[in-house]
């Protein structure tokens, strides 16, 4: 086994340990554990038999399969940015209606003095 | 009227308009940080605080509700920067009563404009040319936070964006429901302050493209 396997291999595992943690004390939910989990063994197993993935790779006409990952990666990437934006907006609108309910209740209060 | 942080002008704002004999005057102080609310609280005005700012268009909205609440026939939107005239607002305000309007937007380029900057100009220009692009209209200024409405209006309309997008999002909304407006000439007046103070022009690109998300993804 080469370095970089061992190395990854490792950080691979501590981060399902971790993830596996976080369901327990029920920080996570189970379906996106099971997502988690999926992503982290298909990690692990491409990091194993390193030339498994350029099968997989050819199979969608790529060379390499490190390459095949990469794309992957960014797609996976950009589609938890988007997520990520559409919460935050979210977040940012229930923010707006407290604030405003607030400003409200308050002018009421104020009148009722 | 909405205030962010505008303590240094915002009492010769209010005096200004209770000058000219306005007496339903509503100021939402936007979160601000500095001594706004406590002199804004020394006159006789609504005023409505937001604990956190959450932006112009949420301001507006929360001045709206209010004022729907409580019944008042027409809004007229004013900036609590010294930049817009009050002499103007009888201007907005009486194509809505003698002409039955739904709403009439302010054009400085209608009216006057003194001390704007050319970078501002150039941002203002372009946002009109996308605006009356992106909403098949006609207009002569888009951005202008000077405006009067029937209240009525609001009943359709709610202001979602926070920001300074609320104002494509107020003429997208124009349109789509089919309200009689009109553009009547104002005067406006940049100072150095109100300049520091109003939206950046880099801001333009995000409002780009919430105009774009929201025309053709909304």
């Keep these: 086994m080469l370095k970089y396997q061992i190395f990854f291999g490792i950080v691979v595992v501590l981060m399902i340990i971790r993830h596996s943690a976080l369901l327990k004390k029920g920080n996570l939910k189970l379906r996106r554990y099971i997502v988690f989990l999926i992503f982290w063994f298909a990690l692990l197993l491409a990091i194993i038999f390193p030339e498994e993935t350029n099968k997989i790779a050819r199979f969608f006409n790529i060379t390499r399969g490190a390459d095949f990952f990469i794309y992957i990666s960014i797609m996976v990437i950009f589609y938890i940015l988007f997520k990520l934006f559409e919460r935050m907006e979210k977040i940012e609108r229930d923010i707006t209606k407290i604030v405003r309910e607030i400003a409200l209740m308050n002018n009421d209060e104020d009148k009722d003095k | 009227m909405t205030a962010y942080n505008e303590e240094k002008v915002v009492g010769s704002v209010i005096d200004s308009l209770l000058n000219r004999g306005y007496k339903s005057i509503v100021v939402v102080d936007d979160g601000s940080t500095d001594g706004t609310y406590d002199i804004v609280k020394k006159y006789p005005v609504f005023l409505l605080r937001h604990i956190v700012n959450r932006g112009k268009g949420a301001s507006l909205q929360t001045g709206t509700e209010f004022i729907l609440k409580k019944g008042f026939?027409?809004?007229?939107?004013?900036?609590?920067?010294?930049?817009?005239?009050?002499?103007?607002?009888?201007?907005?305000?009486?194509?809505?009563?003698?002409?039955?309007?739904?709403?009439?937007?302010?054009?400085?380029?209608?009216?006057?404009?003194?001390?704007?900057?050319?970078?501002?100009?150039?941002?203002?220009k372009m946002g009109i040319f996308f605006s009356n692009l992106l909403y098949g209209v006609k207009l002569t200024d888009v951005h202008n936070g000077l405006r009067a409405f029937k209240a009525k209006v609001f009943e359709k309309i709610c202001f979602t964006e926070d920001r300074f997008a609320y104002a494509s999002e107020l003429l997208e909304k124009i349109v789509k429901f089919g309200f009689r407006y009109k553009e009547v000439p104002v005067n406006i007046t940049y100072s150095e302050y109100s300049i520091k103070k109003g939206q950046k022009n880099i801001n333009a690109i995000n409002i780009f493209f919430k105009m774009i998300k929201r025309r053709f993804f909304a």
């Design chain 2, 73 to 124: 026939p027409v809004i007229v939107h004013f900036d609590a920067d010294g930049q817009h005239n009050p002499d103007d607002i009888e201007k907005l305000v009486e194509p809505i009563f003698a002409e039955n309007f739904d709403v009439t937007l302010g054009s400085r380029f209608l009216g006057s404009v003194k001390n704007l900057p050319v970078s501002r100009k150039i941002v203002l």
